[in-house]
Nanobody, 119 residues
Framework: QVQLVESGGGLVQAGGSLRLSCAAS????????MGWFRQAPGKEREFVAT????????TYADSVRGRFTISSDNAKNTVYLQMNSLQPEDTAMYYC????????????WGQGTQVTISS
């Protein structure tokens, strides 16, 4: 059983940066794929980025590629999402999630951290 706790959200002006953290407990290992998702008010949850627990093969949604960077620090049991050049459309609740590599569904979710970008 993996537990995930996000932190690092906040209110920033457009063009600014934030780094989100996802602290993982319950002994995640290299069988896990870690992901970041977001959900804006009135919209469906959408994929943002994913990476293996070992820190390889990052993938990104087209909307964030080139601005966001996902990384994994196994020594700290933490996955990060560095977000640069933030825009108002990036405003959402951001969630960390984990799945086993053979599964198509993310089974473990954090409680979310709010990101608000002012114009």
């Amino acid at each position: 059983q993996v537990q995930l706790v996000e932190s690092g959200g906040g209110l920033v002006q457009a063009g600014g940066s934030l780094r989100l953290s996802c602290a993982a407990s319950g002994r995640p290992d290299n069988r896990y794929i870690m992901g970041w998702f977001r959900q804006a008010p009135g919209k469906e949850r959408e994929f943002v980025a994913t990476i293996t627990w070992s820190g390889i093969s990052p993938t990104y949604a087209d909307s964030v590629r080139g601005r966001f960077t996902i990384s994994s620090d196994n020594a700290k049991n933490t996955v990060y999402l560095q977000m640069n050049s933030l825009q108002p459309e990036d405003t959402a609740m951001y969630y960390c999630a984990a799945r086993l590599f053979w599964s198509s569904e993310y089974s473990y979710w954090g409680q979310g951290t709010q990101v608000t970008i002012s114009s």
